[in-house]
């Protein structure tokens, strides 16, 4: 059977189509579009009536793939920027009347649920001393596995559009906004570091976008045409991408081989934010995984 499943975050809506037959899967079809949800309103939680528009547009574009694939079953999730939207109902009814999806609003602890399986279909099992980390439009996951189970998680909503819309970033940044991006960070998110302190993480396992850009930058591959179940990306190499983007100007970005040009501000604060837990955690690698919400879909799916 094909199964597709689409993931409406803040910032792009994500398509995977899987054929499945009993445990086993194949991945036959992955794409994205931009639908910037934030945009304007995820300060106030509220969704603007573009960010209506250009949802409509991409489920609409999605649903012409999915239709020239035959698939037998299409799930629809939604997280942080619709979860937390005050014209929620009204958001999930127009798009419900305007492309016949049914939208799951999941939570934050159930985003995190679904990442941690995502990425166990990549990896398998996950070492102990190891962290997951998601970064979101809307909100980041962070997932520590222990005996192939969750030990920990957290959803916290200080996604990146949230960054940009609260804390303008100049271009280039400058010293002080960087200052004031890792305190809101440090601050917002301190029941991460109080569960980690004292503890030993070798490894961050990193999945979604911002960490597939820094996988292409350093490949210099260009966006969405390598496909990666596991890379390693040693501190040092993320330290020269970090240092060459941080304090780029956007057109300098553009022009950056393996930039996604969904990414070309977001990809400043979410470096910041890995950057700082490396620095407060001691993480000695990191392992980019394309796998996270979408995959944890399909990994439920094979062993329900």
């Not at 547009?57 to 999605?62: M, R, S, W």
């Not at 102990?128 to 980390?133: A, E, G, Q, Y």
């Not at 601050?187 to 490894?203: E, T």
């Amino acid at each position: 059977m094909k199964l597709a499943v689409i993931d409406l975050g803040t910032n792009t809506c994500n398509l995977l189509i899987a054929e499945i037959s009993g445990k086993t899967y194949s991945l036959i079809h992955q794409s994205k579009v931009g639908v910037k949800l934030g945009k304007g309103g995820i300060h106030k939680n509220q969704l603007t009536p573009e960010a209506f528009q250009r949802a409509t547009a991409a489920l609409k574009q999605h649903l012409q793939t999915i239709a020239s694939y035959s698939v037998d079953t299409v799930r629809t999730l939604a997280t942080s920027a619709v979860r937390d939207a005050a014209n929620q109902q009204e958001f999930t009814q127009h798009l419900f009347t305007e492309t016949g999806l049914r939208l799951e609003t999941i939570s934050g602890e159930r985003e995190a649920q679904l990442i941690f399986e995502g990425v166990q279909l990549a990896l398998g099992k996950l070492p102990n001393h190891s962290l997951i980390m998601d970064i979101g439009g809307g909100s980041n996951e962070f997932i520590e596995p222990h005996d192939e189970a969750i030990h920990w998680k957290a959803s916290f909503p200080l996604g990146m559009a949230r960054v940009l819309e609260q804390l303008p970033i100049s271009d280039p940044i400058r010293p002080n906004e960087i200052t004031a991006i890792e305190n809101w960070f440090l601050q917002g998110m301190k029941p991460l570091w109080q569960q980690l302190n004292n503890k030993q993480v070798y490894q961050l396992i990193g999945c979604s976008g911002a960490f597939d850009t820094l996988a292409d930058l350093l490949d210099e591959t260009p966006p969405g045409t390598k496909s990666r179940s596991r890379q390693l990306i040693s501190i040092q190499d993320f330290n020269r991408i970090a240092a060459q983007v941080i304090f780029s100007t956007k057109a300098q970005r553009d022009q950056m081989i393996g930039m996604d040009p969904l990414r070309v501000e977001m990809i400043v604060p979410a470096l910041l934010l890995i950057r700082l837990t490396i620095q407060k955690l001691g993480v000695r690698e990191i392992i980019q995984t394309d796998y996270a919400l979408r995959e944890g879909v399909l990994f439920e799916w094979i062993n329900h």
